[in-house]
């Protein structure tokens, strides 16, 4: 029987409350919201324009992490249960459809992995730097 754990992904404080990161993690919307503060400075307007990007505006960066490491914790729960139910022989989940949603979960587990482990290297990166 297969099993996935729960896996705790440890981000440094600093990284979640200690910095206001408000940027956007899509780099068109980054490129627009500074095309946008351009413009307004320009104008004589103020230096702080308002992104409708769902990142930014749904927190920052420690809201879109937390909200990617919800989305792979479901799609694991997902994955197990519907292994569960095939291990029990309910009719309507397929072995196919038990394969690609392991998968989808293993894939994004794997994601998340490199994303943390970005996290950290980054992190020992700054800790590096002489002041």
């Known amino acids: 029987m ?6 705790r992904l440890v981000v440094p404080d600093f990284l979640i ?11 068109l919307a980054s490129a627009l919201q500074q095309m946008q503060t351009m413009a307004a400075q320009a104008a004589g307007g103020s230096a702080s324009v308002t992104n409708d990007s769902s990142a930014a505006s ?11 490491i919800d989305k792979i914790s479901g799609d694991q729960q997902h994955a197990v249960g ?9 009719s309507n989940v397929s072995l196919n459809d038990v ?19 970005k996290l950290v290297s980054a992190y020992n990166d700054i800790m590096q730097i002489s002041v």
């Open 2 to 7: 297969l099993s996935f754990r729960s896996v």
């Open 17 to 27: 409350n200690g910095v206001n990161m408000t940027s956007p993690v899509n780099p």
């Open 58 to 68: 749904a927190g920052g960066f420690a809201s879109a992490l937390k909200a990617s």
């Open 82 to 90: 519907e292994a569960q139910a095939f291990e029990v022989g309910s």
């Open 99 to 117: 394969m690609v949603d392991m998968q989808k979960a293993n894939v994004g587990f794997q994601f998340g992995l490199q994303v943390r482990n």
